[in-house]
Structures are given as C-alpha cells and as structure tokens.
C-alpha cells in the first residue's frame, strides 16, 4: 500500500475553474484510471479568479466529456491558494496567463511545479478558452493531448527514480 507522501498530486488550473481545469482534470483522471494506477494519484482542478467559485462545470465541458464517458459529477469551481504549493507536486495552468496569475498567487516557484500543460507535448503553447471560443471540441483535443504527455513525463520520471534507488 502507498503511503500518503507517495501519491503523485496534480493540480489543473485555469482562469476560472468550469472548463478547461475541470477538462483537465477529469481527462487526467480517466487516463489514470485506464492505466490502473489510480492508487498512485491524486487529481484536482483550481481557478485564478474568484468570479465562478461555487458553481458547477461548464455546459460544454460536461457535454464534451459525457460523449467521452466521463462525468464530472460533484464538482464545483475552487479557487487556488497560497498553501496548494506545498500540497501538490505538479501545478499545471492551461495557458501562460494562468501561469502568470498562479505565480502571483503562489508567491513563487523555487522547485519548478508551475508549467503550461501543453508544456510536456510535442508543441508547447497554450490552450484556447473554450468560454470564449466556443470550441469545446478542440479545447478536449488539446486538454487529452497535454494529459497524456504529462502522464507519460511522470512516469518517466517515476520509473527513473526507481531505477536509481
């Protein structure tokens, strides 16, 4: 059985907690899942602004996701702190925007969590809002490409750390 400290913690942000960063987090859940490792992870979702707190995820998300099997029950916007720096050992924004807000929250950086998701793909940038495009669609094909590359990066990373001990 792992240990608490041994859980990989991810924490998808965006601006306001009821698209994107839920997108995320669910599609990073189900991938998880799909890969039975769901003992070794714990997934979440945060905004930058307090404007959505307390609502629930957007229309076109939940639509977006349920085509994929994927619920996003229970889930409602939450705001990121100070203190979920310390809480989490990756803190994923959506796009440089919500990195720079994320900074301004987190007060700063020293170990280097603080990255784009599309940062760990093949062709970093950042991740269209689907609130203003409309376009759920590709903002689902960005969100499960990132998700994947990121789970790929972890382990990686994991298996790495273990080969070394």
């Known amino acids: 059985m792992k240990r608490e400290q041994d859980i990989i913690r991810i924490l998808m942000v965006c601006h306001g907690n009821i698209c994107r960063s ?9 991938m998880i899942e799909k890969e039975h490792l769901s003992n070794q992870f714990y997934v979440a979702s945060a905004a930058t602004s307090t404007e959505e707190i307390g ?6 998300t939940r639509e977006k996701l349920k085509e994929c099997g994927i619920s996003t029950d229970g889930k409602y ?9 310390d809480k989490y050992d990756y803190l994923i924004g959506m796009e440089q925007r919500n ?18 998701l599309l940062d760990f793909s093949a062709d970093p940038k950042d991740i269209a809002d689907p609130w203003y495009t409309g376009d759920f669609d590709r903002t689902y094909d960005d ?5 994947k590359a990121l789970l790929s990066y972890i382990l990686d990373q994991e298996s790495t750390k273990n080969y070394r001990k």
């Open 143 to 147: 969100v499960y490409e990132g998700c």
């Open 99 to 116: 990195v720079t807000n994320m900074l301004r929250i987190l007060g700063k950086d020293p170990e280097e969590k603080v990255k784009r």
């Open 22 to 30: 839920p997108m995320a987090e669910f599609v990073m859940k189900d």
């Open 77 to 85: 916007a939450v705001q990121l702190s100070r203190k979920d720096y």
């Open 55 to 60: 609502n629930p995820v957007h229309r076109g």
